[in-house]
């Protein structure tokens, strides 16, 4: 299972941090991801890291703002946000997945295992 937390309502220009921890047949997984959806938007990549942590991969809204973390000793994945803005608001879910080459994945289709979502607002 993957539960997301860390949601809320953040001012433009401030940092929040997501939370996902694994549990499970999850817990060592290959890769592990987020996507974000917006208010009638399809849901979207954001951020992506390989199990070490070692190789991590952004969307071009994000790169340079957003960066993705592990602690397997936790069993968690994190997403550090900073400098955010209005268009951040989404509902932001975790994703998890065993097949080492999801690294490359853009699309949620790849991803076998979700978490719930956990939403937060910027406000301006």
């Known amino acids: 299972q993957l539960q997301a937390s860390g949601g809320g309502l953040v001012q433009a220009g401030g940092s929040l941090r997501l939370s996902c921890e694994t549990s499970?047949?999850?817990?060592?997984?290959?890769?592990m991801a987020w996507f974000r959806q917006g208010p009638g938007e399809e849901r979207v990549f954001v951020a992506v890291?390989?199990?070490?942590?070692?190789?991590?991969d952004y969307s071009d809204s994000v790169k340079g703002r957003f960066t993705i973390s592990r602690d397997n000793t936790k069993n968690t994945v994190y997403l550090q946000m900073n400098n955010l803005v209005p268009a951040d608001t989404a509902v932001y879910y975790c994703?998890?997945?065993?097949?080492?080459?999801?690294?490359?994945?853009?699309?949620?289709?790849?991803?076998?295992?979700w978490g719930q979502g956990t939403k937060f607002t910027v406000s301006s």
């Open positions: 499970g047949r999850i817990v060592s997984a290959n890769v």
């Open positions: 994703a998890a997945d065993a097949d080492p080459r999801s690294f490359a994945a853009r699309s949620p289709t790849v991803f076998d295992y």
């Open positions: 890291s390989n199990r070490s942590g070692v190789r991590r």
